[in-house]
């Protein structure tokens, strides 16, 4: 029975307009994203303001109907799945930036605001966001924040967690929790913001944020690598970290079986580059002259033949050659079209450890199933490892699927890494948190639940489990 009662719809439509909520064969004209489950509520409302936000969340709270919110649909655990029976909230509307400050280096933007945008929006200024993602033109700095994304970045910029001065945030009961300070230095008190960040709306609804921005540099160049261990390609990232000219902006490393999917479907080749390597590392530096950093990457790559004969490299001569080659470890859509609803893992590995746990994980999941052949790509200079399997998601499933997680996850916590770098927990990776975490610290999580959102309305069945007691409790007080 769809607990959403007309009565209930039009007090939605009362507060955002009749044109702003969808549902029935209206839901056909929403993008649902990356898995058709996203709308699964068959209902979505899209407010324009925090105001309306708020009101809705008090529409919802007294009528016992759970939210989802919604920013870009880009996640990859199940984080903006709903059910019948519940509301999503859309922040496609809240989509301004309100401010961009060029002397305090800081922008104060809407929830719905995508990263393209504000990448854009920044660079009128000589400033970009400091965090960078494939996924940049429907990914939202709200959704960004909700999820604490990482990105390409992150090693020298940090995650978003580390990129936000303050945020406004609407709870559970409608109150407006506002702190959007400005200033990095800030010891009034709690940090409460850092609840939000992270949380994918279990705990509050982003609506606007202020995110500090970084200066843009004059000139970039990008060499890819072709090398042959993990080893050689760590030894070159610390080379590029320790240039005598211009700034490591980027470490990403293809491993041969995505290497060869993308570059075989971009028809991508140089003549001299041999892409049998099993590691290719694309290497980007920044600064104020584009030849005098792509001197920096002849002079790194001499360094690189000394110690590895067999080496290729392939430095952009251009803007487009540079494109062509981050293509190469960007267009992910490739996986997912040869095997749909492939499975996909995300890890962080202390750096010491990313070839040895490799090269584990690769021989167990190969005893597990000989056609395994993962494809392998990341963020080099920090550890995060993406690995998705060469098979389609219909069929990893059941005892299959476990025994893969615990291959990936095995040693992560005792090796001092995480099994969730910067995807999140959603509904996907909710029995992993559980399986891999301090029981102190999900205690803590669950504590904190509860006191935010005693009726457990706010994206129910992400990160924690769902504990449907709460919210029969709560009702029969009202």
Same mark, same amino acid.
Request: net charge negative; charged share 20%.
């Given at each position: 029975?769809?607990?959403?009662?007309?009565?209930?719809?039009?007090?939605?439509?009362?507060?955002?307009?009749?044109?702003?909520?969808?549902?029935?064969?209206?839901?056909?004209?929403?993008?649902?994203?990356?898995?058709?489950?996203?709308?699964?509520?068959?209902?979505?409302?899209?407010?324009?303001?925090t105001?309306e936000?708020?009101?809705?969340?008090?529409?919802?709270?007294?009528?016992?109907?759970?939210?989802v919110?919604?920013?870009g649909?880009?996640?990859?655990?199940?984080?903006?799945?709903?059910?019948?029976?519940?509301?999503?909230?859309?922040?496609?509307?809240?989509?301004?930036?309100?401010?961009?400050?060029?002397?305090?280096?800081?922008?104060?933007?809407?929830? #719905?605001?995508?990263?393209?945008?504000? &990448?854009?929006?920044? +660079? %009128?200024?000589?400033?970009? $966001?400091?965090?960078? @993602?494939? *996924?940049?033109?429907?990914?939202?700095?709200?959704g960004?924040?909700?999820?604490?994304?990482?990105?390409?970045?992150?090693?020298?910029?940090?995650?978003?967690?580390?990129?936000?001065?303050?945020?406004?945030?609407?709870?559970?009961?409608?109150?407006?929790?506002?702190?959007?300070?400005?200033?990095?230095?800030?010891?009034?008190?709690?940090?409460?913001?850092?609840?939000?960040?992270?949380a994918?709306?279990?705990?509050?609804?982003?609506?606007?944020?202020?995110v500090?921005?970084?200066?843009?540099?004059?000139?970039?160049?990008?060499?890819?690598?072709?090398?042959?261990?993990?080893?050689?390609?760590l030894?070159?990232?610390?080379? #590029?970290?320790?240039?005598?000219?211009? &700034?490591?902006?980027a +470490? %990403?490393?293809?491993?041969? $079986?995505?290497?060869? @999917?993308? *570059?075989?479907?971009?028809r991508?080749?140089?003549?001299?580059?041999?892409?049998?390597?099993?590691?290719?590392?694309?290497?980007?530096?920044?600064?104020?002259?584009?030849?005098?950093?792509?001197?920096?990457?002849?002079?790194?790559?001499?360094?690189?033949?000394?110690?590895?004969?067999?080496?290729?490299?392939?430095?952009?001569?251009?803007?487009?050659?540079?494109?062509?080659?981050?293509?190469?470890?960007?267009?992910?859509?490739?996986?997912?079209?040869?095997?749909?609803?492939a499975?996909?893992?995300?890890?962080?590995?202390p750096?010491?450890?990313?070839?040895?746990?490799?090269?584990?994980?690769?021989?167990?999941?190969?005893?597990?199933?000989?056609?395994?052949d993962?494809?392998?790509?990341?963020?080099?200079?920090?550890?995060?490892?993406?690995?998705? @399997?060469?098979?389609?998601?219909s069929?990893?499933?059941?005892?299959?699927?476990?025994?893969?997680?615990?291959?990936?996850?095995?040693?992560?916590?005792?090796?001092?890494?995480?099994?969730?770098?910067?995807?999140?927990?959603?509904?996907?990776r909710?029995?992993?948190?559980?399986?891999?975490?301090?029981?102190?610290?999900?205690?803590?999580?669950?504590?904190?639940?509860?006191t935010?959102?005693?009726?457990?309305?706010?994206?129910?069945?992400?990160?924690?489990?769902?504990?449907?007691?709460?919210?029969?409790?709560?009702h029969?007080?009202?």
């Amino acid at each position: 029975m769809d607990r959403l009662q007309p009565e209930f719809k039009d007090e939605i439509r009362r507060i955002v307009g009749d044109e702003n909520l969808k549902d029935g064969e209206a839901i056909a004209t929403v993008d649902h994203g990356v898995a058709p489950e996203n709308l699964g509520a068959g209902a979505v409302v899209f407010p324009r303001t925090t105001d309306e936000v708020a009101a809705v969340v008090k529409c919802c709270l007294a009528n016992g109907i759970s939210l989802v919110t919604h920013g870009g649909r880009t996640g990859l655990v199940g984080g903006a799945m709903s059910r019948p029976g519940e509301l999503v909230l859309s922040t496609v509307r809240l989509n301004r930036i309100l401010d961009i400050s060029p002397i305090e280096r800081v922008a104060v933007v809407e929830a #719905g605001v995508t990263l393209q945008a504000l &990448q854009v929006a920044a +660079a %009128e200024h000589r400033l970009e $966001t400091g965090i960078d @993602l494939p *996924s940049r033109g429907s990914a939202t700095i709200g959704g960004m924040a909700s999820t604490n994304a990482g990105g390409i970045a992150a090693f020298r910029f940090g995650v978003m967690r580390h990129r936000i001065l303050g945020l406004e945030a609407v709870l559970a009961d409608g109150s407006i929790y506002s702190d959007l300070t400005r200033v990095v230095k800030n010891a009034a008190g709690y940090d409460l913001k850092h609840l939000f960040v992270g949380a994918e709306g279990t705990l509050g609804i982003i609506t606007r944020i202020a995110v500090k921005l970084e200066p843009q540099p004059f000139a970039t160049a990008t060499v890819l690598f072709g090398l042959p261990s993990v080893d050689a390609a760590l030894e070159t990232v610390r080379r #590029g970290l320790d240039a005598e000219y211009g &700034q490591l902006r980027a +470490a %990403e490393a293809i491993w041969n $079986t995505y290497f060869r @999917l993308t *570059s075989g479907h971009h028809r991508w080749s140089v003549s001299d580059y041999n892409a049998e390597h099993p590691v290719n590392l694309l290497v980007s530096l920044s600064g104020a002259e584009e030849g005098a950093l792509q001197s920096e990457l002849g002079r790194i790559y001499e360094d690189v033949i000394e110690d590895h004969p067999d080496a290729s490299a392939v430095i952009a001569s251009s803007g487009a050659q540079e494109m062509d080659l981050w293509r190469l470890r960007e267009d992910t859509d490739l996986i997912y079209r040869k095997h749909p609803s492939a499975p996909s893992y995300d890890v962080s590995v202390p750096l010491s450890q990313v070839g040895s746990y490799l090269n584990r994980c690769l021989a167990d999941l190969r005893g597990l199933d000989a056609t395994f052949d993962p494809y392998v790509f990341g963020h080099l200079a920090d550890g995060n490892l993406h690995i998705v @399997l060469n098979a389609a998601g219909s069929d990893i499933a059941g005892e299959k699927a476990k025994a893969i997680e615990k291959v990936l996850y095995r040693d992560i916590v005792t090796i001092g890494g995480s099994f969730s770098a910067e995807h999140g927990i959603g509904t996907k990776r909710v029995g992993s948190l559980s399986a891999t975490s301090n029981p102190v610290k999900l205690a803590l999580m669950h504590r904190v639940k509860d006191t935010l959102d005693a009726s457990a309305i706010l994206n129910p069945g992400k990160v924690l489990p769902r504990q449907p007691t709460l919210r029969r409790r709560v009702h029969a007080t009202r």
